[in-house]
């Protein structure tokens, strides 16, 4: 967090987005919409990347946030007719709020019994889903109408099934992402949760509220699955609890562990490369999921610190 | 004029009083140096002082107000603050961070987030780090700094606070003996600003520094006096300084 590398820095990240940017123009059409997929789950990991890599909180509920915010937006687009706009705006507002509820109760823990009672608050939120059958449709789940998925600018219509809008919406919310999280990183506020993770003992006695400050990175974490969940559900026009189950808490921790933990593009890299691999392995096999773990062993035994994070060890220490 | 006072202050470990009804007063402005083998209850009293750990009975005041309930970090607003053994420091960050999250702290404190402009920030942090000599490492990860330096780290985290009260938890345990007179020194020019409470072993440094000395055994106060008063102390020599 030094300031003498802030070209290299702008640079590669300015040349990321830039890359994705320029992307879409040559993707065949079905690598086209996986990258825009790709690109919503690396702001969710994002977002989990801030509490894991850089406050130090490790959660195995989070994938209620994104869902939060996934049936925020959905609902209200279908049932209440918001567009898209307001809705992806309370979706946001949905998985920041779920997070500021749920850390109020689970940040009074740490450790272990965190990762148990953000597990269990998942599990809570995914059982209520099913519970609530008639206005969720539960396992089945909503179909959202193409009509709620248009956005009316009075000049022109963004019309949320188009690819082209997707994705690009799809880089802008990654893009917002992960520049502030780059933001967060050279603030004060985020010189602070890096301190709660290397020794919350010190950063107490330096005269800091650390509940107050986990809870503003669990909001902000909460805010950013929101938002990923909120597209998603505007995107694909489908709100399911597939995405609250206990799958989707783990696979963004994955994700983050395959690309680096407190990495800023490690969430990214490891979101793409988990998505190809499930996907190289299934056209093989039905049981996919042995090469995953087989993959998960390898990268524990020679790359604890995640692909990115192996690179900044190695090559690139400057990499926030 | 009382800048700190506990009365029956105690604490117990399963059974274990490491802290038995101290009552203890510091006078603003002075150098107070406690002393005691170890397993005194040195390091436990001053822990309760600063908020790490609470009291199992007895109240604490600061500047005439209770204390005793009050979380550590807003200890640290009232100007209670405690520098760590060598280990507390944040090893994976820079100097500049280390002191920065000192720094930034008290401007938040005092001016709200208004305070925590960019440029004056910076200038706080590169002033402190000066005026313990660690400017030119400022973007050195405090990891790899020299022993002597990490420690000298640690009390700039403590000055850049604008302490009223510094607690030294032994600070010249590992120092080579001409980073001990420079110490000493540092510590003469904090005590003009600032009340010191100084944990310490090494003997010459405390009968060098401390204007009184405290000095504890199984939990309790053995004495209380000026240095050449616990020279002559015979109960202190039958359970210290070895009679």
């Given at each position: 967090?030094?300031?003498?590398?802030?070209?290299?820095?702008?640079?590669?990240?300015?040349?990321?987005?830039?890359?994705?940017?320029?992307?879409?123009?040559?993707?065949?059409?079905?690598?086209?919409?996986?990258?825009?997929?790709?690109?919503?789950?690396?702001?969710?990991?994002?977002?989990?990347?801030?509490?894991?890599?850089?406050?130090?909180?490790?959660?195995?509920?989070?994938?209620?946030?994104?869902?939060?915010?996934?049936?925020?937006?959905?609902?209200?687009?279908?049932?209440?007719?918001?567009?898209p706009a307001a809705a992806l705006l309370l979706g946001i507002m949905c998985g920041a709020g779920l997070a500021l509820a749920a850390?109020?109760?689970?940040?009074?823990?740490?450790?272990?019994?965190?990762?148990?009672?953000?597990?269990?608050?998942?599990?809570?939120?995914?059982?209520?889903?099913?519970?609530?059958?008639?206005?969720?449709?539960?396992?089945?789940?909503?179909?959202?109408?193409?009509?709620?998925?248009?956005?009316?600018?009075?000049?022109?219509?963004?019309?949320?099934?188009?690819?082209?809008?997707?994705?690009?919406?799809?880089?802008?919310?990654?893009?917002?992402?992960?520049?502030?999280?780059?933001?967060?990183?050279?603030?004060?506020?985020?010189?602070?949760?890096?301190?709660?993770?290397?020794?919350?003992?010190?950063?107490?006695?330096?005269?800091?509220?650390?509940?107050?400050?986990?809870?503003?990175?669990?909001?902000?974490?909460?805010?950013?699955?929101?938002?990923?969940?909120?597209?998603?559900?505007?995107?694909?026009?489908?709100?399911?609890?597939?995405?609250?189950?206990?799958?989707?808490?783990?696979?963004?921790?994955?994700?983050?562990?395959?690309?680096?933990?407190?990495?800023?593009?490690?969430?990214?890299?490891?979101?793409?490369?988990?998505?190809?691999?499930?996907?190289?392995?299934?056209?093989?096999?039905?049981?996919?999921?042995?090469?995953?773990?087989?993959?998960?062993?390898?990268?524990?035994?020679?790359?604890?610190?995640?692909?990115?994070?192996?690179?900044?060890?190695?090559?690139?220490?400057?990499?926030? | 004029?009382?800048?700190?006072?506990?009365?029956?202050?105690?604490?117990?470990?399963?059974?274990?009083?490491?802290?038995?009804?101290?009552?203890?007063?510091?006078?603003?402005?002075?150098?107070?140096?406690?002393?005691?083998?170890?397993?005194?209850?040195?390091?436990?009293?001053?822990?309760?002082?600063?908020?790490?750990?609470?009291?199992?009975?007895?109240?604490?005041?600061?500047?005439?107000?209770?204390?005793?309930?009050?979380?550590?970090?807003?200890?640290?607003?009232?100007?209670?603050?405690?520098?760590?053994?060598?280990?507390?420091?944040?090893?994976?960050?820079?100097?500049?961070?280390?002191?920065?999250?000192?720094?930034?702290?008290?401007?938040?404190?005092?001016?709200?987030?208004?305070?925590?402009?960019?440029?004056?920030?910076?200038?706080?942090?590169?002033?402190?780090?000066?005026?313990?000599?660690?400017?030119?490492?400022?973007?050195?990860?405090?990891?790899?700094?020299?022993?002597?330096?990490?420690?000298?780290?640690?009390?700039?985290?403590?000055?850049?606070?604008?302490?009223?009260?510094?607690?030294?938890?032994?600070?010249?345990?590992?120092?080579?003996?001409?980073?001990?007179?420079?110490?000493?020194?540092?510590?003469?020019?904090?005590?003009?600003?600032?009340?010191?409470?100084?944990?310490?072993?090494?003997?010459?440094?405390?009968?060098?520094?401390?204007?009184?000395?405290?000095?504890?055994?199984?939990?309790?106060?053995?004495?209380?006096?000026?240095?050449?008063?616990?020279?002559?102390?015979?109960?202190?020599?039958?359970?210290?300084?070895?009679?």
């Amino acid at each position: 967090m030094t300031r003498d590398n802030t070209k290299p820095l702008l640079l590669l990240h300015v040349g990321l987005l830039l890359g994705l940017f320029l992307l879409q123009f040559v993707l065949p059409a079905y690598h086209h919409t996986n990258m825009t997929r790709i690109m919503l789950l690396a702001a969710y990991a994002t977002g989990y990347n801030i509490l894991v890599g850089y406050t130090g909180l490790l959660s195995l509920g989070h994938a209620m946030f994104f869902a939060a915010g996934l049936y925020g937006a959905g609902m209200a687009a279908q049932y209440i007719g918001l567009n898209p706009a307001a809705a992806l705006l309370l979706g946001i507002m949905c998985g920041a709020g779920l997070a500021l509820a749920a850390g109020l109760v689970a940040l009074r823990t740490a450790g272990v019994s965190f990762m148990i009672v953000t597990l269990m608050f998942a599990q809570a939120s995914y059982l209520l889903i099913l519970y609530f059958n008639d206005y969720t449709r539960g396992d089945e789940g909503i179909l959202l109408s193409e009509s709620s998925r248009r956005l009316d600018l009075g000049w022109a219509t963004l019309d949320f099934v188009q690819p082209t809008v997707r994705y690009n919406l799809a880089l802008l919310v990654f893009a917002a992402c992960l520049l502030g999280l780059l933001a967060l990183l050279r603030s004060p506020l985020g010189r602070v949760l890096v301190a709660i993770r290397e020794n919350p003992e010190r950063a107490k006695l330096l005269g800091y509220d650390i509940f107050r400050y986990k809870l503003m990175a669990l909001c902000i974490s909460g805010a950013m699955a929101g938002s990923a969940g909120a597209c998603f559900a505007l995107m694909f026009g489908y709100v399911g609890a597939t995405y609250a189950s206990i799958q989707y808490s783990i696979l963004v921790l994955l994700w983050v562990l395959l690309g680096g933990v407190g990495t800023a593009i490690g969430p990214l890299v490891g979101t793409v490369l988990m998505f190809y691999l499930v996907e190289t392995a299934s056209d093989y096999t039905s049981s996919y999921n042995l090469f995953v773990g087989l993959f998960l062993v390898l990268l524990v035994l020679f790359f604890p610190r995640g692909i990115v994070g192996w690179l900044r060890d190695r090559a690139v220490p400057w990499l926030p | 004029m009382k800048l700190l006072s506990t009365s029956g202050l105690a604490r117990e470990f399963g059974g274990i009083k490491a802290v038995d009804g101290v009552n203890f007063t510091l006078e603003q402005g002075e150098i107070r140096a406690i002393i005691g083998p170890n397993g005194a209850g040195k390091s436990t009293f001053v822990s309760l002082v600063c908020g790490r750990i609470g009291p199992s009975a007895g109240s604490i005041e600061f500047e005439g107000r209770d204390i005793t309930t009050m979380p550590p970090w807003r200890r640290v607003g009232l100007g209670i603050v405690y520098t760590f053994q060598i280990t507390s420091i944040f090893k994976n960050l820079s100097c500049f961070d280390n002191v920065a999250l000192a720094v930034q702290s008290k401007l938040l404190r005092e001016h709200g987030l208004r305070g925590l402009h960019h440029r004056r920030l910076r200038e706080s942090t590169m002033s402190t780090l000066e005026l313990v000599g660690l400017h030119p490492l400022s973007h050195t990860h405090a990891g790899t700094l020299a022993y002597g330096h990490q420690r000298l780290l640690e009390v700039a985290m403590g000055l850049a606070l604008s302490p009223k009260l510094l607690i030294m938890d032994e600070p010249t345990q590992g120092l080579a003996d001409s980073e001990i007179v420079e110490f000493c020194r540092l510590t003469r020019s904090i005590a003009e600003s600032a009340t010191v409470l100084l944990i310490e072993h090494n003997m010459s440094v405390v009968m060098e520094l401390a204007d009184r000395i405290t000095v504890m055994n199984a939990g309790s106060v053995l004495a209380e006096g000026t240095p050449q008063e616990i020279r002559r102390n015979a109960d202190v020599q039958a359970a210290y300084l070895g009679a």
